[in-house]
């Protein structure tokens, strides 16, 4: 399984971006089933789950610093998760990772390579 982010970049304070998660390697009845989360890594601080979203039902949670302005959603027929970001503060810069979670026994997590997001004041 492969995860590719794509979207990020430089953005004013009060912008959007929307960021893509493609997933490749995998069937997609079957990507349809599993959890997916976005989570990001500041310099300096621990990588913080953004927001997720269940594969069964398509429920969504959010991190408190993001709510009201960030939309997590998927496309199970393009095997494509998104995150849109409106009204970006400067806090919201880092690094942003899409993460798969497959559980056959056990749980495995596979994670993309990251793309920047920076938000200038």
């Known amino acids: 399984v492969q995860l590719v982010e794509s979207g990020g970049g430089l953005v004013q304070a009060g912008g959007s971006l929307r960021l893509s998660c493609a997933a490749s390697g995998i069937t997609f009845s079957f990507f349809s089933i599993n959890d997916m989360g976005w989570y990001r890594q500041a310099p300096g601080k621990e990588r913080e789950l953004v927001a997720a979203?269940?594969?069964?039902?398509?429920?969504?949670t959010y991190a408190d610093s993001v709510k009201d302005r960030f939309t997590i959603s998927r496309d199970n027929a393009k095997n494509t998760m998104y995150l849109q970001m409106n009204s970006l503060k400067p806090e919201d810069t880092a690094v942003y990772y899409c993460?798969?979670?497959?559980?056959?026994?056990?749980?495995?997590?596979?994670w993309g390579q990251g793309t920047q997001v920076t938000v200038s004041s």
């Open positions: 979203i269940t594969g069964v039902g398509g429920s969504t």
């Open positions: 993460n798969l979670v497959i559980v056959i026994g056990r749980r495995r997590d596979y």
